[in-house]
């Protein structure tokens, strides 16, 4: 069973920025496409963010274009999310996800995913 561990939440003022990680328990990251998800309280959880497994593939939500970025580092078998010019709208909780997969391909959708992280809380506010 493959586990995610977020880690990098927490509070920051508009404009700000904050940088996830997400540790994944996995011989090699090559194998995986990863991807980003956000929940905010009383709405559905949403793909921000994701990656293929050979690094190529790079999707991001309208929403988070140009503020946010998706990026790996394959030894450490970790999965980042930096995130800048921060809003109130980003507030939420972030998921990890990965995928087993070898394809040139990652999306933005749930069920893309079959392993996901705990989470970590996001809170934007002055």
């Known amino acids: 069973q493959l586990r995610l561990v977020e880690s990098g939440g927490g509070l920051v003022q508009p404009g700000g920025s904050l940088s996830l990680s997400c540790v994944v328990s996995?011989?090699?990251?090559?194998?995986?496409?990863v991807g980003w998800f956000r929940q905010a309280p009383g709405k559905e959880r949403e793909g921000v963010s994701c990656?293929?497994?050979?690094?190529?593939?790079?999707n991001y939500a309208d929403s988070v274009k140009g503020r946010f970025t998706i990026s790996k580092d394959n030894a450490k078998k970790t999965v980042y999310l930096q995130m800048n010019s921060l809003k109130a709208e980003d507030s939420a909780i972030y998921y990890c996800?990965?995928?087993?997969?070898?394809?040139?391909?990652?999306?933005?959708?749930?069920?893309?995913?079959?392993?996901w992280g705990q989470g970590t809380q996001v809170t934007v506010s002055s």
């Open positions: 990656l293929s497994s050979s690094g190529v593939i790079i």
């Open positions: 996995t011989f090699s990251l090559d194998y995986y496409a």
């Open positions: 996800a990965a995928e087993a997969t070898v394809q040139s391909r990652c999306g933005l959708a749930i069920n893309d995913y079959d392993y």
